[in-house]
């Protein structure tokens, strides 16, 4: 299949290529959504103080309103989601905004609407205008903020276009949180925006309703029209409109082998993957909560291949203390019993930044102080994190993995703190595991020097997402150049395979934790290039289950070395199909 940029005046049979947010396909009408504009008079007031006055109480009321909204989704959707709208309950009280609300309405003696509508305007372009994913993302949620508000004042339901009366893809320029927990989930397939990024609220709250979804694929998106069969690929970040007969009959194959691995039961999920051949890989869960690992649990996961402990200092001014990280861990870990949980030292620095750590700006965050990095330099927060897992890992299976190495040196220093660590917690009288070291190979240094570095360490776990982008030295979050960070590239391909065999030639074993783990066209290329362990999303785990107790050991070896003489991601997903 010809992957196409869809041009403006003829969307018909092309494909859009976004970023992948949400794995799954779905298969249905399309449906542009339009956020209904709120209309408003700009006028003069005598009287600054009451129109402040007014816009406390609007304040308040928002406040209100988004505590309720929190407490609904953390039950619905879990503690990831919930702190989109406790975020913009600390947005209500930002100095910043507040103060150039006042000063509008001081100084410019116009309506509280008028004075927040300026405000909240100059606030989103400001965030839009740095180089910082995570801060960019961050101007829906001072739309969102400023929409609820402006409701509240001009006494109104937070009002959206006619919403879809069928089943349908939601296309969409972006897409606000309200915006997604307004819709009617039974007419909801998937998701696609023209803008946005990894890191959007649309990408986080489409995994955690179990939604596929693309985002950043481009303005063509909104030239399709409404009721226009299209097909949404999360998985690969495609859009397909108006498939013809064949592409069509093969993503419902597709979607089908999908929804029937998520009906099986938990108990036949539990089962092993096994080739056909007797070949047996581990089939584990990438997770960030405590609600997450529980559904991990619930659909089979052999293990936790990759705990983001980053679920702990996000959207927080004060960093968490080592008991508070004890306690977290180890509620993961006693929920696994013996199985191996893989937690992964803090992850934040450049595109991910802190609220409670200040870090200068940087010009190319995904190259500067970040993961192990940050790490290393800043011991008063690694120290109290790697207690705290060492802690926990007292009676279970506990593995620690530290991000983005680069060098020799670096996992030397890691370890070497963590056996400080070790020692003082030993002479406190604690108790602590024999806990196993690995690093993820997820930069092109990594991958060339595994040889070297399989000897530091008892395991490997390939991060393709940040890997893929190294390697095609393409921004996977930027909309334009996304498209070439495609992990079924041969060149990713090709160090995948020097990775692996660099491993097992020193006796360690290797995981892939990346997208590219879930995503059933490339379980059989990975399988065949002796990949240990698959670790993915949690609702993908039944397919991927499936999908490798189909094949045999030497079919996997067939579509690996056939994929690996590609010249293309797109001649590797042909030959695949």
């Known amino acids: 299949m010809t992957v196409n940029i869809l041009p403006n005046n003829n969307p018909s049979g092309q494909t859009l290529r976004g970023i992948a947010a949400s794995g799954g396909i779905a298969i249905g009408p399309a449906f542009q959504f339009r956020r209904a504009d709120l209309r408003f008079d700009r006028r003069q007031v005598e009287d600054s103080g009451a129109e402040w006055m007014r816009f406390q109480n609007a304040v308040e009321t928002a406040r209100a309103q988004l505590a309720e909204v929190a407490l609904q989704t953390e039950h619905d959707l879990g503690t990831d989601a919930a702190a989109i709208f406790q975020a913009q ?13 006042r000063a509008a309405l001081e100084e410019q003696g116009v309506n509280a609407e008028a004075a927040l509508s300026d405000a909240s305007s100059l606030y989103v372009h400001m965030l839009e205008a740095v180089h910082n994913e995570y801060l960019r993302a961050r101007a829906a949620d001072v739309r969102d903020v400023t929409s609820r508000l402006l409701c509240i ?3 109104i339901s937070p ?4 919403l879809p009366s069928v089943p349908s893809v939601i296309l969409a320029h972006d897409l606000m949180p309200s915006d997604i927990l307004s819709l009617n989930r039974s007419r909801v397939l998937g998701l696609c925006t023209a803008e946005g990024g990894a890191t959007s609220h649309v990408a986080l709250l489409a995994r955690a309703l179990g939604l596929p979804a693309v985002v950043g694929i481009g ?8 009721g226009t069969t299209v097909v949404l690929d999360g998985g690969a970040g495609l859009l397909i409109v108006d498939p013809d007969p064949q592409t069509l009959s093969l993503y419902r194959a597709r979607a089908g082998l999908r929804a029937g691995a998520e009906r099986r039961p938990a108990a036949s999920a539990d089962g092993p993957a096994v080739t056909r051949d007797g070949h047996r890989v581990v089939v584990a869960a990438n997770v960030g909560t405590l609600e997450e690992a529980r559904l991990a649990r619930e659909v089979g996961a052999d293990g936790i291949g990759l705990l983001r402990t980053e679920f702990l200092y996000l959207g927080r001014h004060a960093l968490p203390g080592e008991e508070e990280q004890y306690h977290s861990y180890r509620a993961i870990l006693e929920l696994f019993g013996d199985r191996p949980v893989v937690l992964r030292t803090l992850d934040v620095g450049g595109d991910k930044p802190l ?8 010009r190319n965050p995904a190259l500067g102080l970040r993961a192990i990095r940050l790490s290393l330099t800043r011991p008063e927060i690694f120290r109290p994190q790697l207690r705290a897992a060492l802690r926990a890992s007292a009676g279970h299976n506990l593995k620690v993995m530290f991000p983005m190495v680069t060098t020799v040196a670096e996992i030397r220093a890691a370890r070497a703190l963590l056996e400080e660590c070790r020692a003082e ?3 406190e009288g604690q108790p602590v595991a024999d806990v196993a070291v690995g690093i993820m190979v997820e930069v092109p240094s990594a991958a060339l020097m595994a040889d070297h570095l399989a000897a530091e360490v008892d395991f490997f776990s390939i991060g393709t997402n940040d890997l893929s982008q190294y390697v095609m030295a393409a921004d996977r979050t930027h909309a334009a150049v996304a498209p070439l960070a495609d992990a079924l590239h041969p060149a990713v391909l090709r160090l995948v395979r ?8 020193r006796g360690k074993w290797v995981s892939l934790c990346g997208e590219l783990a879930g995503d059933p066209a490339a379980i059989p290329v990975l399988l065949g290039l002796g990949l240990d362990e698959f670790s993915m999303n949690p609702t993908a785990i039944p397919q991927a289950k499936r999908v490798i107790c189909s094949l045999t050991r030497e079919e996997a070896d067939q579509v690996a070395r056939a994929a690996l003489q590609q010249e293309s991601a797109e001649a590797v997903r042909a030959l695949i199909r």
């Open 425 to 427: 917690l030993q002479a």
């Open 219 to 226: 303005p063509g998106v909104l030239q399709i029209p409404s």
């Open 89 to 101: 309950m600390l947005m209500l009280e930002d100095p910043e905004l507040l103060t150039r609300v």
């Open 355 to 362: 609220p409670g750590l200040e870090l200068p700006p940087e």
């Open 498 to 505: 020097d990775v692996i065999a660099a491993a097992h030639a």
């Open 153 to 155: 004042l001009l006494d």
């Open 159 to 162: 009002c959206r276009d006619v």
